[in-house]
T-cell receptor, first 112, second 111 residues
């Protein structure tokens, strides 16, 4: 158990809908990262937050957004969902100034 | 981001043998490398890491070797056990940014 928690574990929704994925980092970690893992693209970095501020952006679609709250939990919002958004979404966290990222168990999203 | 393939290379070993998983990285400026193990249905689990100022680091039953000249990383697992069966990913980091993951290798341990 890495100490990073994610909810929900599974999510099934329809095209065009909007969902919110939630992540709680390890105690004391200020950085939160979101990754997408799909069959044909491996693990792809989406976005990073550090202490509430956006720090870095990767391959995140405009339909997706995220935020980190004062209690350091983070949410990833996915809207206008398409079939191709079906994937595993992972959150990772790290201590300030540290590079080792610890991953949560992921949320499996299925868009029908 | 880089595209990685669907078709994972697979390494099949006998229980008790040593395993060597290889990874080529792309960015010569990367200064931190990490190996993760991912079991089916779970998130990537940290195994071991190494900084670019080192060429070898050992953990419990695992050793990571770094060859910066050819941009190659390897993970050695001693006395491989059935519980080591998983997909193994290497990842690189440049300047404390997000990790760039390799495509992964599936390790199958035969009893």
């Amino acid at each position: 158990d890495s100490g990073v928690t994610q909810t929900p574990k599974h999510l099934i929704t329809a095209t065009g809908q909007r969902v919110t994925l939630r992540c709680s980092p390890r105690s004391g970690d200020l950085s939160v990262y979101w990754y997408q893992q799909s069959l044909d693209q491996g693990l792809q970095f989406l976005i990073q937050y550090y202490n509430g501020e956006e720090r870095a952006k990767g391959n995140i679609l405009e339909r997706f957004s995220a935020q980190q709250f004062p209690d350091l939990h983070s949410e990833l919002n996915l809207s206008s969902l398409e079939l191709g958004d079906s994937a595993l979404y992972f959150c990772a966290s790290s201590l300030a100034g540290e590079e080792t990222q610890y991953f949560g168990p992921g949320t499996r999203l299925l868009v029908l | 981001g880089e595209s990685v393939g669907l078709h994972l290379p697979t390494l099949s070993v006998q229980e008790g043998d040593n395993s060597i998983i290889n990874c080529a990285y792309s960015n010569s400026a990367s200064d931190y490398f990490i190996w993760y193990k991912q079991e089916s249905g779970k998130g990537p689990q940290f195994i071991i890491d190494i900084r670019s100022n080192m060429d070898k680091r050992q953990g419990q039953r695992v050793t990571v070797l770094l060859n910066k000249t050819v941009k190659h990383l390897s993970l050695q697992i001693a006395a491989t056990q059935p519980g080591d069966s998983a997909v193994y990913f290497c990842a690189e980091n440049t300047g404390r940014r997000a990790l760039t993951f390799g495509s992964g290798t599936r390790l199958q341990v035969q009893p």
